[in-house]
T-cell receptor, first 118, second 111 residues
């Protein structure tokens, strides 16, 4: 149990275009989903926290108008990178907190999406 | 806010030996301490976690210990195998606050 999927796994796009990444919890309801960015050989950097049906909470330094997050249901969150530029190229990973975890922040991660902006 | 320090940054062990990775945290109110394994090009995989009301937890070859007084927790892998080679991250959180990750440990198991 506790499987999280991401789609696409890899995307290459031209500079200026927008890219949407989907994150789904396949076998549980996720009260909260998180989006991370990871640079090569580095730890995970939290970008934003999203709760179903409400606006996402962005970390300091993350542009909310550039990284649009929608959490439409208890099993789906999307991250849209708008007007992508080469510096947005990175490994984006989502995670989902199981609704039954209570006060413990038990998160399960997706497989990640490799974004390359040309 | 919470700060998590992880050591060592790299670790090489012979196959069959044990590996130990240590983390310290700063927020005494943190109550959840997971460990993740990340293979190249993949997302982190939860391998074991421990809650603040427990001092030790074991799952086959993997164990985690927690010392709340000293504010540190450790991952122990026994009888290491080449497939244990990966980057391991510790993390800590308090209630519903976001996980704070350590910088990771690259474990290499040499056959």
């Amino acid at each position: 149990g506790a499987v999280v999927s991401q789609h696409p796994s890899r995307v290459i796009c031209k500079s200026g275009t927008s890219v949407k990444i989907e994150c789904r919890s396949l076998d549980f309801q996720a009260t909260t989903m998180f989006w991370y960015r990871q640079f090569p050989k580095k730890s995970l950097m939290l970008m934003a926290t999203s709760n179903e049906g409400s606006k996402a909470t962005y970390e300091q330094g993350v542009e909310k108008d550039k990284f649009l997050i929608n959490h439409a249901s208890l099993t789906l969150s999307t991250l849209t990178v708008t007007s992508a530029h080469p510096e947005d190229s990175s490994f984006y990973i989502c995670s989902a907190k199981r609704g039954t975890s209570g006060v413990y922040n038990e998160q399960f991660f997706g497989p990640g999406t490799r974004l390359t902006v040309l | 806010g919470e700060n998590v320090e992880q050591h060592p940054s790299t670790l090489s062990v012979q196959e069959g030996d044990s590996a130990v990775i240590k983390c310290t945290y700063s927020d005494s109110a943190s109550n959840y301490f997971p460990w993740y394994k990340q293979e190249l090009g993949k997302g982190p995989q939860l391998i074991i976690d421990i809650r603040s009301n427990v001092g030790e937890k074991k799952d086959q070859r993997i164990a985690v210990t927690l010392n709340k007084t000293a504010k540190h927790f450790s991952l122990h892998i026994t009888e290491t195998q080449p497939e244990d080679s990966a980057v391991y991250f510790c993390a800590a959180s308090r209630g519903n606050t976001p996980l704070v990750f350590g910088k990771g440990t690259r474990l290499s198991v040499i056959a």
